[in-house]
Structures are given as C-alpha cells and as structure tokens.
C-alpha cells in the first residue's frame, strides 16, 4: 500500500509540474520529458517522505494557523526541488507563480487520492 502511495506522489508532482509549466504564467520547464519525470519523481519523494516530517514538527504552528501552514510547507518544498535542487530545469519566478503551482499538486494529489479511496 506505502508503494502505491508512493507512486500518487510521484504521478501527482510530474503532472502538476507540466500542467504548471503550461499554464502558469511564470513557471518554465527547460528540459525534455524525462527530465520532468525525474524532477516529479525527486518532488514525489520529497513529499512522500520529508512533508510527514515537517508536518510532525510544525505541528503547533499548524494548530494556531488552523492548518493553513501546511501550504507554506508544500511551496516549500516545491521550491526546494525547483530553485535549490534543479535551477537551470525548472524556475518559478516570484511568489504567486510558486503558490500556483503548489495548489495544482494539492489539487491533483486530492483528486487522485479520492479516486485511489474509492477503488
């Protein structure tokens, strides 16, 4: 099951990375396909094991803001993938293009995680 989990997060982060790539102004995309699938893979991983992690440690923070911290700590991590970890791949140019793309994987991680539920 952990390995199915796994793999939502991967598929999620390389759909969202093209989908954001595509049609928010700001986010670029400078390689081939499987670059992309790499940096979703990378982003997948990131989510599947760091996010937990980070969520256990601002929990008390995610309590007072009533959650919406947790969107702080998903930009943060696509922002590690794409400016720290893959700069010359993928640039995010300023603060909304970021939350943008962010909100698309959440939004497709939701989606498919109901869809995953249900079968």
Do not use: Q
Request: proline share 4%; aromatic share 12%; with cysteine.
């Amino acid at each position: 099951m952990a390995v199915l989990k796994l793999l939502l997060h991967i598929v999620c982060a390389t759909l969202g990375l093209f989908i954001a790539a595509k049609f928010v102004p700001g986010v670029d995309f400078f390689g081939s396909y499987l670059m992309l699938i790499v940096v979703g893979a990378i982003l997948g991983l990131a989510n599947f094991f760091v996010k937990p992690i980070l969520k256990a440690v601002s929990l008390p923070i995610r309590i007072i803001t009533l959650g919406l911290f947790g969107i702080v700590i998903n930009m943060a991590l696509v922002w590690l993938v794409a400016d720290v970890l893959f700069p010359d791949v993928l640039e995010i140019s300023g603060l909304l293009p970021l939350f943008w793309t962010t909100l698309i994987i959440w939004l497709l991680s939701f989606i498919l995680g109901i869809y995953k539920t249900k079968n």
